[in-house]
């Protein structure tokens, strides 16, 4: 209970000063939400997709963050889905973004000041984009026709970057609970979970994608129909509790650090171990993640294997003789 109550005290003043960002909407109003066009709407408390994406025209809402996010943020975002109709293109197919951050307030993937989008010019923002999507017909990616998956995307300037592996195995009036995050200023993650304490993950959550460090400034956050759509790629479903929230914290993290028990924990960042020099009998080492949940714990070990922890921010706390060393430190 001692290295509990320690722990949590630690986690509130830490997290009091550095998540100093945080934006949240629950769509019980559109009140600061900008509207293109329709079919994308905030209506009866939540964010809603209304079975419409006509070729080269762009629905979609956008509102101002109230900060920004760098490349060195770490942040979080998450959100609830659920999609209910999608359209027909020799089966299932949609082709949306669920939730877009943007340095800007161009479409997420075009410059489309116009309603619809005349010529479709590329967009020359940063944007880091969740999309619920299909292609058809297979393409490079081997991705099957008709299958409807989520994927993450990101544009540097006009450039993109999507990832390779793509979370399917969606089912219609389900729940989905998204967790987009930057743990580091060349990735970021995707998980989706299908309950709300988001223990238990879609079958190959979590995705990530390598991105370039120079993806920044996102001020923006948008949901979106994309102009480059097609009139059969359509989704009727809603969106509710978005919840982002940032850091600023990455680049002040040492390789090592040592303190008043006399260890030194390294490397920070890790992959697959991690080093404590000085460790002797009797000493407990808990590991916590970023919203305080012990996730592993050990005894008197020095190299200890992190390959089971998913990449993030966490906590590694050590006790010995009543004394509490506690340090964060990313798996990579």
């Known amino acids: 209970m001692k290295i509990l109550l320690s722990f949590i005290f630690f986690l509130f003043a830490y997290l009091s000063t550095n998540a100093q960002n945080n934006f949240r909407d629950d769509y019980s109003s559109n009140i600061g939400w900008t509207q293109i066009g329709s079919n994308v709407e905030i209506r009866n408390g939540k964010l809603n997709y209304f079975n419409g994406s006509a070729d ?8 101002d963050l109230g900060f920004t996010l760098d490349s060195n943020s770490f942040w979080s975002a998450e959100f609830d889905f659920t999609p209910t109709l999608v359209g027909n293109w020799g089966g ?14 161009q479409e997420p993937f075009n410059n489309c000041p116009d309603i619809p989008c005349t010529g479709n010019p590329i967009g020359t ?3 880091i984009i969740v999309s619920y999507t299909t292609t058809s017909p297979i393409d490079s990616n081997s991705h099957i ?28 009036n389900t729940n989905y609970y998204l ?22 993950h879609l079958p190959n959550s979590p995705i990530s994608l390598n991105i370039p460090s120079t993806i920044g400034g996102l001020n923006t956050v948008q949901h979106a129909n994309l102009a480059r759509g097609d009139s059969r790629r359509q989704l009727s479903g809603s969106i509710d509790n978005l919840t982002i929230s940032s850091s600023n914290f990455l680049t002040s993290i040492p390789t090592t650090q040592s303190s008043s028990l ?9 992959k697959e171990t991690i080093t404590i020099e000085g460790i002797e009998k009797g000493t407990a080492i808990q590991f916590f993640n970023i919203a305080g949940q012990l996730v592993m714990e050990t005894m008197n070990k020095p190299n200890i294997s992190i390959s089971k922890l998913n990449p993030g921010v966490y906590f590694v706390q050590i006790e010995k003789n009543g004394s509490v060393q506690t340090q964060k430190f990313i798996v990579e």
């Open 56 to 63: 080269s025209q762009q629905r979609r809402v956008y509102k």
């Open 92 to 105: 299932p197919s949609t082709g949306h973004s669920l939730l877009a951050l943007t340095a800007g307030i």
């Open 125 to 127: 923002q940063d944007g």
């Open 145 to 172: 026709a008709n299958t409807i998956f989520f994927i993450i995307s990101a544009k540097d300037s006009n450039l993109e970057y999507r990832s390779v592996n793509a979370l399917s195995g969606t089912t219609l």
């Open 179 to 200: 967790r987009l995050e930057r743990f580091s200023p060349t990735s970021v993650q995707l998980s989706v979970f299908l309950d709300s304490n988001k223990t238990i």
């Open 262 to 270: 006399g260890l030194t924990i390294y490397p920070n960042p890790a």
